[in-house]
């Protein structure tokens, strides 16, 4: 048989298995991956959101599992994942750190208290991100996106997203121990 | 009336330098550092509008990393430590001209290599068109 027919067949072949490759790449489009993910989270200390002199950070948190969320009043998505955050603080499987990200908003500060005594708490603690510097070397692209860290300090997971009950189950929780295991 | 064509001319002229302008506050007090922030800003992508450059967006994290650009800029930090810091922290898709690497290679080699295929293709069956061309006036001349 002529080998030219086989032409067509491979081009096909080789189109098939690019598409193919291509839509279960699909809901990835648009997700950032971070390069952080699997290593040492990079040094960060900032300021309380309620005490600029009271401040946190990674060094002070070593040997503790925590949830580092970024958000910001100026944030709609961070509203829809509010309501997620205040029911896995209500579980008490780990703590989460709010980041309140002032991205150049001149009344953030005021606007973030005001968020939290209004729709209700779910961090341990709340620190402020003046000028987005921890947020880039964090890899921190947009809000709401979280951090899981290990109790050694490194990033064992981000969502890059708004974190919802699934995800949480799925993502969160299968990563972290199990109560009463350690 | 006669300023009309003249303000006209100031926005065409002014609107390629005013990029940077409508962005930020101020411009860089050193203009050479000011013509690289200015480079580097149209380079790297906006992370979270990714089909924007940092020069184009309005996003949080764009003025946020403007500004860490700016900073380290005057901290005297060279273009290539500033884009390495960056895709430290965000992967290369932060840069708009993805680098010479082996593991790019595939995207800078594959345009050429399917240009060649293509035009392998094209010569062969215009040869072989013509060729038909000529036996079919071959033909008609036996028949005469």
Request: glycine share 6%.
């Amino acid at each position: 048989m002529n080998p030219r027919f086989l032409l067509p067949l491979a081009v096909f072949v080789v189109m098939a298995v690019v598409l193919a490759v291509g839509i279960n790449h699909s809901h990835e489009v648009g997700v950032l991956k971070s390069p952080l993910v699997g290593h040492q989270i990079p040094d960060w200390e900032l300021p309380g959101l309620t005490d600029p002199a009271k401040s946190l950070g990674s060094r002070q948190l070593k040997g503790q599992w925590y949830v580092l969320n970024y958000w910001g009043a100026w944030c709609y998505a961070c509203r829809v994942e509010h309501s997620t955050l205040l029911q896995v603080q209500q579980q008490g499987r780990v703590q989460i750190i709010g980041v309140d990200w002032v991205a150049g908003n001149p009344d953030e500060n005021a606007a973030a208290l005001d968020w939290l005594s209004r729709l209700g708490n779910p961090y341990s603690q709340v620190v402020t991100d003046r000028d987005g510097r921890t947020a880039i070397d964090l890899g921190i692209a947009q809000a709401p996106e979280s951090l899981l860290v290990n109790p050694q300090g490194v990033i064992v997971y981000k969502e890059p997203g708004v974190i919802t009950p699934e995800i949480w189950k799925r993502e969160f929780l299968s990563r972290l121990p199990k109560p009463g295991a350690s | 009336m006669a300023a009309l064509p003249a303000l006209a001319a100031v926005l065409l002229v002014g609107a390629p330098l005013s990029t940077a302008w409508a962005v930020d506050p101020q411009a860089m007090s050193d203009p050479q550092l000011q013509a690289r922030y200015e480079v580097l800003i149209h380079e790297l992508r906006c992370v979270q509008c990714e089909n924007n450059s940092l020069a184009d967006s309005d996003a949080p994290i764009a003025a946020d990393l403007r500004r860490e650009i700016r900073g380290m800029l005057n901290a005297g930090e060279s273009n290539q430590q500033i884009k390495d810091y960056l895709v430290s922290r965000y992967s290369e898709f932060i840069l708009f001209r993805p680098k010479y690497s082996w593991r790019n290679a595939w995207l800078w080699v594959l345009p050429v290599l399917l240009l060649i295929i293509g035009g392998v293709i094209a010569v062969r069956v215009i040869q072989q068109r013509g060729a038909l061309v000529d036996n079919e006036e071959d033909a008609d001349v036996s028949r005469t």
